[in-house]
Every structure is written in C-alpha cells, then in structure tokens.
C-alpha cells in the first residue's frame, strides 16, 4: 500500500494563507496619491573633465596580391544533334461516330 507523505511547511503554509485572506484588509493604491508624488530637487553634480587620449593610429604593411592561376583549357566536346520527333497527327474536331 502506498503512503501519502505531506511535507511539514505546507499546514502552517495554509494557515497563514487562509489568515491573510480572512483578515478584510485589501491594501489600495490611491491614484491621486501617486500623481501628486513629487521627487525631491537633487543638485547637479559636476563630472570632471577628462583628459583626451590620442593613439597612434595603426599602420598595416600592404600585402601583395597573389596571381591566380589561369584556367585549364577545357577539351572540347562534339556537337550532339538534336533528335527530331515525328510529327503528331492533330485530333480532328468532327465526331465519327453518327448518332
């Protein structure tokens, strides 16, 4: 037979869970409160200036440009000839048969 197994946080869990729910006190935001919120005036602060750094700018060395090989002369192939298909005799559009 299997056992069930609750593990130990979860009663005092629930209790405080159905506490809060039973206590009636819902926290409200009031919206004119949050518009008449003012943040307080901060002083400016003053950011030293910083000293600019000039590098040197970098030389790259120039890199010659390789050769690139020719291409292989290809050999050459013979002229295949088309075939030539018969001609289709067309559907005549007179019906043969007399009814």
């Known amino acids: 037979m299997a056992s069930h197994f609750t593990p130990a946080f979860v009663l005092p869990l629930l209790i405080i869970t159905l506490a809060a729910m039973s206590n009636g006190v819902i926290i409200h935001a009031n919206a004119r409160s949050l518009l008449e919120f003012t943040l307080p005036e901060l002083p400016k602060l003053e950011i030293p200036e910083l000293p600019t750094v000039e590098l040197p700018k ?9 050769e690139l090989p020719s291409f292989p002369n290809l050999p050459s192939f013979p002229q ?4 030539k298909l018969q001609d289709i005799p067309k559907p005549s559009t007179h019906s043969t048969i007399n009814p």
């Open 80 to 83: 295949i000839s088309k075939p």
């Open 58 to 66: 970098p030389e790259l060395p120039e890199l010659p440009i390789p």
